[in-house]
């Protein structure tokens, strides 16, 4: 589905953004991936690709940061002749009620949930422009979509995402080019591990929650040929949480 493809995740090392990874290389895709840290979460991944027997390679970058994203990108293109498929998966979390929230608690989930996409978009931009073709798939919230207290940082940084990803899928709707967006719920990974608990659980209506392999598959298919007809959405998936 996606063999002569080639990929760049960030956040790509665990979670949603390695489980985003194996679905791509299983779909044949080439997989390209960063992370703040290289280590053990870097080998594992690295490992899970070549099993699928695609070419693959990680690289540690900020995405918060300008220049660091500048430099990884293209060493990616010259690593593997050019990039197909942004995914834009990287994103931290730094939860408190506003009055306790510091400005720099606020500015850093806001450079990395949201800069880190325009960083990535703004250096592929004129690569999916050239190629006539290209897929980005930005990974949001729902948190983003209904807002949540003790999130207002998060919750601005994923609306924001949604945004920027309309109005991308507007400006290269032209160019054949695609974004849309992923909003999950409560995803079992890291960033979640504190917060599963049966109460949780009982306000979801599939009452689990999701893994990161369901959201990896929505991102391959998002990433396919099959998906063409379909950018500027936002695709929930969170159990039922937020459908009324
Ligand atoms: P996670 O388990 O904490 O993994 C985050 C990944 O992003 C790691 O690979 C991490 O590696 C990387 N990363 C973090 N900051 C980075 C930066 N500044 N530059 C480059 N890489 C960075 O998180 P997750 O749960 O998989 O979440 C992935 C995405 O899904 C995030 O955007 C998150 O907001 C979104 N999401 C998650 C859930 C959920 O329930 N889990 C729900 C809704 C949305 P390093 O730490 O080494 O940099």
Same mark, same amino acid.
């Given at each position: 589905?996606?063999?002569?493809?080639?990929?760049?995740?960030?956040?790509?090392?665990?979670?949603?953004?390695?489980?985003?990874?194996?679905?791509?290389?299983?779909?044949?895709?080439?997989?390209?991936?960063?992370?703040?840290?290289?280590?053990?979460?870097?080998?594992?991944?690295?490992?899970?690709?070549?099993?699928?027997?695609?070419?693959?390679?990680?690289?540690?970058?900020?995405?918060?940061?300008?220049?660091?994203?500048?430099?990884?990108?293209?060493?990616?293109?010259?690593?593997?002749?050019?990039?197909?498929? &942004?995914?834009?998966? =990287?994103?931290?979390?730094?939860?408190? %009620?506003?009055?306790?929230? #510091?400005? +720099? @608690?606020?500015?850093?989930?806001?450079?990395?949930?949201?800069?880190?996409?325009?960083?990535?978009?703004?250096?592929?931009?004129?690569?999916?422009?050239?190629?006539?073709?290209?897929?980005?798939?930005?990974?949001?919230?729902?948190?983003?979509?209904?807002?949540?207290?003790?999130?207002?940082?998060?919750?601005?940084?994923?609306?924001?995402?949604?945004?920027?990803?309309?109005?991308?899928?507007?400006?290269?709707?032209?160019?054949?080019?695609?974004?849309?967006?992923?909003?999950?719920?409560?995803?079992?990974?890291?960033?979640?591990?504190? &917060?599963?608990?049966? =109460?949780?659980?009982?306000?979801?209506? %599939?009452?689990?929650?999701? #893994?990161? +392999? @369901?959201?990896?598959?929505?991102?391959?298919?998002?990433?396919?040929?099959?998906?063409?007809?379909?950018?500027?959405?936002?695709?929930?998936?969170?159990?039922?949480?937020?459908?009324?």
């Amino acid at each position: 589905m996606l063999k002569g493809k080639i990929a760049f995740v960030t956040g790509g090392s665990r979670g949603i953004g390695r489980a985003v990874c194996l679905a791509l290389a299983s779909a044949g895709a080439d997989v390209a991936f960063c992370s703040r840290s290289a280590g053990e979460a870097v080998d594992e991944t690295l490992a899970l690709l070549r099993e699928t027997g695609v070419r693959c390679a990680a690289y540690t970058c900020d995405v918060a940061d300008y220049d660091q994203v500048a430099a990884t990108v293209s060493q990616v293109l010259a690593d593997f002749g050019t990039v197909d498929i &942004l995914v834009n998966n =990287a994103g931290v979390t730094c939860d408190k %009620l506003l009055l306790s929230m #510091k400005p +720099e @608690e606020f500015d850093r989930v806001i450079r990395t949930n949201l800069y880190g996409v325009f960083h990535t978009v703004k250096q592929l931009y004129p690569v999916f422009c050239k190629k006539r073709a290209g897929r980005i798939i930005n990974i949001s919230s729902v948190s983003g979509v209904i807002g949540n207290a003790g999130q207002a940082n998060y919750a601005a940084s994923k609306a924001a995402v949604i945004g920027f990803t309309k109005s991308i899928a507007k400006e290269l709707a032209a160019r054949n080019v695609t974004c849309n967006a992923v909003a999950p719920g409560f995803v079992e990974t890291d960033l979640t591990a504190s &917060l599963d608990s049966e =109460a949780l659980r009982g306000q979801i209506p %599939l009452k689990r929650f999701g #893994k990161a +392999e @369901e959201i990896g598959s929505l991102v391959a298919y998002l990433a396919s040929d099959d998906a063409g007809y379909i950018t500027g959405s936002v695709f929930t998936a969170d159990g039922g949480l937020t459908c009324c």
